[in-house]
């Protein structure tokens, strides 16, 4: 069966602004195709069918993705192919075997604290405990912190009341507050040295430890930008050389001059900084390159001036702002940067094409932040069992599970290729390339964002005519002279 004859027969229903979001439309008729496919057959080619069913190929992969995570698809190199499970006999309940339940073998479930709910992470999350119980018969229950808690003192009220084994730390860059580290104990030994294998990206710890040892990290989220397609096209803007690090210094100037006056070309200044060439190392010269990047991008936009930026010059950076994810989907914002867990949940609702790129430099380094880990309650005293979770967790199935469902980079070697294939970039990425910032410590990064990268001097060159260069030696002395003062 051609293209055209699939389409007819099983795609003729779509609908585009029907009642169902074309994303679901597409995963009805794909599930109904497949099902009439022979097992290890093999599965259209997915670029040539968006293009038969005129789609965007995002939407299509979505769709897609779906059958193979329920396991009726399965990619390899050689192609897409069905995969129909044999028919098993249904499995009987073992309480129709005895009067009495076995005594002495129900294991009380772990607790486990979480804050994060946005709909990929709560379900990856339920999954993750059902899998955990089905392997080794210790179940786990979750409680979700209520939205309500917005303060370090709320949450550690609501630890203390419920005492779970685990919970989540609230960040992990900065200290560790007062109020939640009197609540932690040390993890097993056995944990601690986890990441000094070689399964593991453990440079992140060499070089720029964690705040305390009793953290164990699961994931981090790069820093991500991303660039409207669509309106480059319209335009007549070629986006030359953003996937290949340095992204807007390249062509900002050609969207400074070709985009109207009604689209924004980046979000936030922020976005403009960690798009340059941002440091490993910090040093004078390294500082300098940094802040000209940055200072650069900034003075092509003075055609424009600060209207070029959707978000004021004195606003915090706000990465996951929604007003920014609004406008980029109503084509209203060319391009805007953010962590990588924002941005494969906005990425759902984008009707158009983009491109995702690293920011900085893609042959050495990206900005990353740690942004998930566990502490043990002080009070927990299943440390075996919170033990082989954690492990469990850590293995390199469930951090690939955990990349590909909810976009964040995991820990585990394995999962760097499932992570490029969620933002559509280049399958030959290095797992050397997405450990972030290998030899600049915290404090680095703090005074270095903090010194310079805001207030007044991008302000200065947009609305008060001053020129890059000035505003670079301004800018850098103001940054060596804190940099001086923290003894860094």
């Not at 195709?33 to 997915?46: I, T």
């Not at 028919?87 to 994060?116: I, N, Q, R």
């Not at 030359?240 to 969207?255: I, T």
């Not at 706000?318 to 209203?332: M, V």
Request: aromatic share 10%; hydrophobic share 40%.
């Amino acid at each position: 069966m051609n293209l055209q004859e699939i389409s007819r027969k099983y795609f003729s229903g779509l609908e585009a602004g029907g009642g169902k979001l074309l994303y679901q439309q597409l995963y009805d008729c794909l599930e109904s195709m497949v099902e009439d496919l022979p097992h290890k057959s093999e599965f259209p080619p997915e670029r040539e069918l968006a293009a038969a069913l005129q789609v965007n190929r995002n939407t299509l992969r979505r769709a897609i993705g779906k059958l193979v995570e329920s396991g009726v698809l399965v990619r390899s190199n050689k192609g897409t192919f069905v995969h129909k499970k044999e028919k098993s006999a249904p499995e009987f309940h073992p309480f129709l075997y005895s009067d009495f339940p076995p005594v002495g073998t129900v294991k009380p479930a772990l607790k486990l604290m979480l804050y994060e709910n946005m709909p990929e992470q709560v379900q990856f999350w339920n999954e993750a405990a059902a899998e955990f119980r089905k392997r080794t018969g210790t179940a786990v229950k979750i409680d979700w912190l209520d939205v309500k808690c917005r303060t370090n003192c709320d949450y550690r009220d609501v630890v203390e009341s419920l005492k779970p084994d685990l919970f989540q730390l609230r960040g992990l860059s900065a200290a560790i507050p007062p109020e939640i580290a009197e609540l932690m104990q040390s993890p097993p030994p056995e944990l601690e040295q986890l990441f000094s294998g070689p399964d593991y990206l453990n440079s992140y710890f060499r070089q720029v430890p964690l705040s305390d040892s009793r953290v164990i990290p699961l994931y981090f989220t790069p820093f991500v930008e991303i660039i409207n397609l669509e309106l480059l096209k319209k335009y007549g803007i070629e986006p030359e050389g953003f996937s290949a690090g340095y992204s807007l210094e390249k062509f900002l100037d050609r969207c400074v001059a070709g985009l109207p006056q009604d689209i924004y070309i980046s979000g936030h200044s922020g976005t403009l900084c960690t798009a340059g060439k941002y440091p490993e190392t910090i040093t004078r010269e390294s500082a300098r390159r940094n802040i000209s990047s940055a200072m650069r991008m900034i003075e092509k936009l003075k055609p424009r001036g600060a209207s070029a930026l959707m978000m004021p010059l004195d606003s915090p950076f706000h990465w996951y702002a929604p007003e920014l994810n609004a406008a980029f989907t109503a084509g209203q914002l060319l391009h805007m940067g953010g962590r990588s867990l924002f941005m494969a949940h906005w990425s759902a609702g984008w009707p158009f094409e983009v491109q995702f790129a690293l920011p900085g430099n893609n042959t050495s380094s990206c900005a990353m932040d740690v942004a998930m880990a566990f502490v043990w309650h002080k009070d927990s005293t299943r440390q075996d069992e919170t033990a082989e979770f954690i492990r469990f967790l850590l293995s390199g199935e469930m951090q690939c599970k955990l990349a590909r469902e909810t976009g964040v980079m995991p820990f585990h070697r394995d999962a760097v290729g499932v992570f490029a294939e969620k933002f559509s970039m280049d399958p030959g990425i290095t797992a050397e390339q997405l450990q972030g910032h290998r030899e600049a410590s915290h404090s680095h990064l703090v005074n270095f964002w903090g010194a310079w990268s805001r207030q007044p001097y991008f302000e200065r060159i947009l609305n008060q005519g001053a020129g890059a260069d000035e505003m670079i030696e301004l800018a850098l002395n103001d940054f060596w002279k804190h940099h001086q003062q923290i003894g860094e």
